[in-house]
């Protein structure tokens, strides 16, 4: 028998629906039980009745106390910028000259790739991030050490590498044949649990030649994702407009060249109007809303109920390195501060929605992770609601489901991440 079936008892909370156009739309089981065989959940449900289910001699790990949920999807980041967190620029523009590109230099050698590589994959870990959509740089060694590093541990991660033949250093400068990233969509796209993203770094960065390369590589291979940056700071808006003067808006400018379909995610999208909007609805294209990026840079803030209005997909990214936190838990901090600047409001059960199944959603990815749907792939972390002294006395008062998840998303970070399993292994553990 070469069954290896494993239980986890705790309160357990997933989605089926989103939660701002369904009743019930998430599944909570105050004392819970997630059944897992061979890396995929096999039921996930009241500890009372599953209990009685599982084989003989089964182990249950116990983690009562805790919420186990799917792990974290963060749809938009870039790798390479791991070491550059934090550095100070007056705008995007500035910021990319002065810290990004000279960062990225270094990725051309493969040894300081995997390094990086390697932090930045058990960074998300630790932060209870699963599954990922991540930009590597121009150098295709980057985007081999990325998926190594990826495979070593058996995630469930997108990546491709950085297109950009214009409007930049030398040393970071491609063309508008796309060989290497073909070359890597075969060795890499579907191998094990490793995905490939079409990367064109964003419009003033890329010949309309080499987007229109890109489109053409994103119609041979339909099942790989595409993506870039659109709307995200008012100078870089204003330069795509000088770039492009016969495209009717920085969207459509990739929608000409044949980006805009399902499995394709967009970064930022501040500064959209309402064609743009209903573009990114009608196309099944996705919307990766960075806060902590845009609140750092002074981008903007995103409307989440203009991108609500039309239905299109939303998700949440950190945007490392111009992102300020790899935890997608300050990530809906930040979310929801900016939703209340914009007059909207986003409740906690909405935020971890976004961040499992609607990014799974976003990325087509409904039925492989994002919930515990039996034959899902076994990706969960393990939240602790008393992580923290502050978070302890915080949650002590038997609040209501979304008063808890709330205080995490406020309150939490790295810290409130007690385990992470990726395929039904461990791949984390908080000491
Ligand atoms: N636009 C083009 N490149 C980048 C990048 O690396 N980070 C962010 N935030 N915006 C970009
Ligand atoms: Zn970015």
Redesign the pocket.
């Known amino acids: 028998d070469t069954r290896t079936v494993q239980a986890y008892r705790a309160s357990l909370l997933h989605f089926h629906a989103d939660p701002a156009f369904a009743e019930n739309a998430h599944a909570w089981h105050r004392d819970g039980l997630l059944v897992v065989e061979n890396g995929r959940v096999l039921a996930a449900g009241d500890y009372d009745k599953l209990a009685a289910t599982l084989p003989d001699g089964t182990d249950v790990v116990d983690y009562r106390g805790q919420i186990i949920t799917p792990g974290f999807i963060d749809t938009h980041l ?1 790798f390479p ?1 791991t070491d550059m967190i934090g550095s100070p620029a007056p705008d ?1 523009l500035p ?2 000259e002065n810290y ?1 590109f000279p960062t ?1 230099r270094q990725f051309k050698d493969p040894v300081h790739a995997r390094t990086i590589a390697e932090f930045f994959l058990d960074e998300l870990l630790r932060n209870g991030t699963t599954t990922a959509l991540v ?1 590597c740089t121009v150098h295709k060694e980057s985007v081999g050490a990325f998926f190594e590093a990826s495979a070593a541990r058996n995630l469930r991660m997108a990546g491709g590498k950085v297109l950009m033949d214009r409007n930049c250093p030398d040393f970071l400068q491609d063309t508008a044949d796309l060989r290497d990233s073909e070359d890597l969509i075969r060795r890499w796209h579907d191998h094990g649990r490793a995905m490939y993203a079409i990367t064109p ?2 419009a ?2 890329s010949t309309p030649a080499q987007l229109g390369a890109a489109g053409e590589l994103a119609r041979a291979y339909p099942t790989t994702y595409i993506q870039t ?1 659109v709307s ?2 008012r100078d ?1 808006c204003a330069w795509v407009k000088s770039l492009y003067p016969d495209n009717r808006s920085y969207l459509q400018v990739y929608e000409h060249h044949g980006l805009m379909r399902q499995r394709s995610m967009f ?2 999208c501040i500064w959209l109007d309402d064609v743009d909007f209903a573009l990114m609805a009608d196309t099944g294209a996705a919307i990766s809303h ?1 806060p902590t ?1 845009n609140l750092f ?1 002074g ?1 903007g803030l995103f409307d989440v109920a203009k991108a609500d209005s039309v239905r299109a997909h939303v998700s949440l990214g950190t ?1 490392v ?3 300020t936190s790899f935890s997608m838990l300050q990530t809906m901090n930040e979310a929801y501060k900016v939703a209340r600047l914009k007059g909207s409001y986003l409740p906690a059960l909405r935020m971890f929605y976004l961040a499992t199944l609607g990014a799974a959603r976003s990325m087509q990815l409904e039925g492989t992770i994002g919930n515990f749907a039996a034959g899902t792939e076994a990706d969960f972390i393990v939240l602790d609601p008393k992580a923290t002294p502050l978070l302890a006395r915080r949650t002590a008062n038997g609040d209501s489901l979304e008063e808890t998840l709330f205080a995490l998303a406020l309150l939490g970070d790295d810290r409130a991440i007690r385990a992470t399993y990726a395929a039904g292994k461990r791949v984390h553990e908080r000491h």
């Open positions: 870039h910028q995007l910021w990319l990004t990225e930009y770094r964003f003033p960065t940056h995200e700071s870089e970064g930022h960075c990026s840079l981008s945007d390195g111009a992102g």
